[in-house]
């Protein structure tokens, strides 16, 4: 069974140049990770979301979604220090997201 670690508060906000709501949290790498553990970002984007990224790396893109959507991104050979999530919403405020964590050892479900 994963490890989950909720990124709840602080997000912060902030809004683009075409008036858009950008979400933003930081967040330490996870520690003790063996080479075969696998983290994903785990979120529920609402219909209105735009891009989701990661150190400012575009890891998702909105496709014309009508209703929310939960996606998970493979973060695994990103984590290293301290890293930013981004998701740029028409208006929606994103606060939060979860980090789910398996190890290699793992059963899968």
Known sequence: MPHV????????RQQDDAGRT????????PTGLADATRVKLRLTLPPD?????????IMWKAKGQQASETIAVEISQRLHGTHEISVTCQESVIDNAELEIEKADDPQP
């Open 49 to 57: 979301a735009v891009a989701l990224s990661l150190d400012g790396q």
């Open 5 to 12: 670690i909720r990124l709840r508060v602080p997000w912060r």
């Open 22 to 29: 950008i979400s933003l949290r930081r967040f330490h790498a």
